[in-house]
């Protein structure tokens, strides 16, 4: 997939920030079905996507900060979601080629190829200098009921669908952010945007989600822009190619790949 810089990219930007200004809302009590509901709803979006068992994929990043040119990052992710491994390889820019992540349940190392050395890590670490965290990019089935309570549930429109919104609170720490708000079709249960808080109320990103693609295993969220609240002008375009659910082998999700990729 290709995109043109500058122009084009700040008229999606814009669409997006007009549509997402035009939502109309009602709230519900949240009991114990509605939370349930609200849990069914959250696992429903990751039943449609394409993620399920082994897959692969090469996300590109594009970085935008005021006053500097636009940084580009690649990384090639491998992941088993039915056991929770994961691995991550940088592929660009050149100096940091081979730059890896590992994941084995809540284990999470960093792989350093200069000094061959690993890391342990947390899932809430960034990819780079970007605005995309580690948990971005986790296809946990289980990772919303185990780590979340539901804070608030409400129907309403955004743009032209009509959505649920849902605000789920953490209640470990795992999750990068202490709230988040989803705003899920209705008629298809995909994510289209995303508003994450810090505990103090205060919003620290947007993620934006206008493109999504039907493959026979389901839904690929193809392009992905996540706004920096605390920085203005700050945020990361992703890009999914190269998808593929082939079975990987074994020795992928070891820290021997890693070490034998350099």
């Given at each position: 997939m290709t995109m043109t810089k500058g122009k084009t990219f700040t008229a999606v930007a814009l669409i997006l920030l007009m549509i997402a200004g035009n939502v109309t809302a009602q709230n519900s009590k949240v009991d114990a079905a509605t939370a349930e509901k609200a849990f069914q709803i959250m696992e429903s979006t990751g039943e449609v996507l394409a993620y399920h068992g082994?897959?692969?994929a090469t996300i590109s990043l594009i970085?935008?900060?005021?006053?500097?040119?636009d940084d580009s990052l690649q990384y090639k992710i491998f992941e088993r979601t039915d056991d929770d491994l994961m691995t991550i390889v940088q592929l660009f820019p050149e100096a940091d080629k081979g730059n890896g992540y590992l994941r084995d349940g809540d284990n999470i190392w960093a792989y350093d190829p200069i000094g061959?050395?690993?890391?342990?890590?947390?899932?809430?670490?960034?990819?780079?200098?970007?605005?995309?965290?580690?948990?971005?990019?986790?296809?946990?089935?289980?990772?919303?009921?185990?780590?979340?309570?539901?804070?608030?549930?409400?129907?309403?429109?955004l743009g032209n669908y009509s959505v649920y919104m849902i605000t789920l609170v953490?209640?470990?720490?795992?999750?990068?952010?202490?709230?988040?708000?989803?705003?899920?079709r209705q008629d298809i249960p995909l994510?289209?945007?995303e508003e994450d808080y810090s505990g103090s109320d205060r919003l620290m990103?947007?993620?934006?989600i206008p493109k999504y693609?039907?493959?026979?295993?389901?839904y690929v969220p193809t392009q992905l822009i996540m706004r920096d609240e605390l920085n203005p002008g700050e945020q990361t375009q992703q890009i999914v190619s190269d998808l593929s659910f082939a079975a990987l082998p074994d020795r992928i999700f070891t820290k021997a790949y890693l070490e034998g990729l350099n």
């Open positions: 082994d897959y692969s970085i935008e900060k005021p006053g500097k040119p061959r050395k690993f890391t342990h890590t947390s899932i809430k670490e960034a990819l780079g200098d970007s605005d995309v965290k580690l948990d971005d990019v986790n296809q946990s089935k289980t990772k919303w009921r185990d780590n979340y309570n539901v804070e608030k549930v409400a129907a309403g429109k953490a209640k470990t720490t795992e999750p990068s952010y202490a709230k988040s708000v989803y705003y899920i994510i289209v945007k990103r947007t993620t934006l693609a039907k493959v026979p295993a389901g």
